[in-house]
């Protein structure tokens, strides 16, 4: 078992889920973001290394077939993929490892880490994702209804996780998250050591 915690946090595209990642590595000291690669352009002020890996479909297959990629999916044409290496580095040190999945992600990363904690962030409603969408005012009107879209089928997938939180505020969604986490690190399995511990004294 992997010493930090795994944490993947999927949900509709515009429901929050970087911005809410944000706070929660603000307020938890050890915790870090998997950067993931993509093939899709960079947007607005995104920079190579820090949202993403920004790589060509040629150079994303290529890390498909060396082995270096844990899962990845394709989301309207595009590759998004979990680099190997750095998740097992930082786990191994001991970091909580918070990654930004599609639906299929982090069903696929629970099935090769069975540690991995998943959690589904819900919007307070289908309006305010559309308008949430609308504001980034990034997409094209017809990308934000293959957005919508995807949003309704993937919703439909929420039980499949082990927590859903609904993003009502960052605030708010980030504190119950931590929460999770705190519980997640009481877990028995992640505590025996301090019980062995004591048993030996
Ligand atoms: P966006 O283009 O809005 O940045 O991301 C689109 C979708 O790709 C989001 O739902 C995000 O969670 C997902 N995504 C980002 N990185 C990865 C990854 O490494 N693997 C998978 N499966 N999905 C990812």
Redesign the pocket.
């Known amino acids: 078992m992997s010493k930090g915690l795994i944490v993947s946090i999927?949900g509709p595209?515009g429901v929050g889920?970087g911005t809410v990642i944000e706070r929660l590595r603000e307020m938890i000291p050890g915790c870090r973001h998997s950067i993931?690669?993509?093939s899709?352009a960079p947007r607005g002020t995104e920079k190579d290394g820090v949202e993403y890996y920004f790589r060509s479909k040629e150079e994303f297959e290529e890390l498909i077939s060396k082995g270096e990629i844990i899962?990845?999916?394709q989301?309207v044409g595009n590759y998004?993929?979990?680099p190997l290496t750095p998740l097992l580095q930082m786990s191994s040190e001991g970091k909580t490892v918070l990654l930004?999945?599609?639906v299929?992600?982090s069903l696929a990363l629970k099935d090769k880490f069975e540690d991995t904690v998943t959690i589904f962030l819900l919007p307070p409603s289908m309006e305010e994702l559309r308008s949430r969408l609308c504001g980034r005012g990034t997409e094209s009107e017809d990308l934000i209804e293959k957005r919508m879209a995807q949003a309704k089928n993937e919703i439909a997938k929420a039980e499949k996780f082990d927590y859903v939180v609904t993003n009502r505020t960052v605030e708010q969604a980030a504190q119950e998250i931590a929460a999770i986490m705190k519980a997640e690190n009481c877990r028995f399995k992640r505590s025996s050591d301090a019980v062995e511990t004591l048993l030996a004294q």
């Open positions: 999927s595209s889920k993931s690669v993509t899709r899962e990845y999916d989301y998004y993929g979990t930004d999945l599609t299929p992600g």
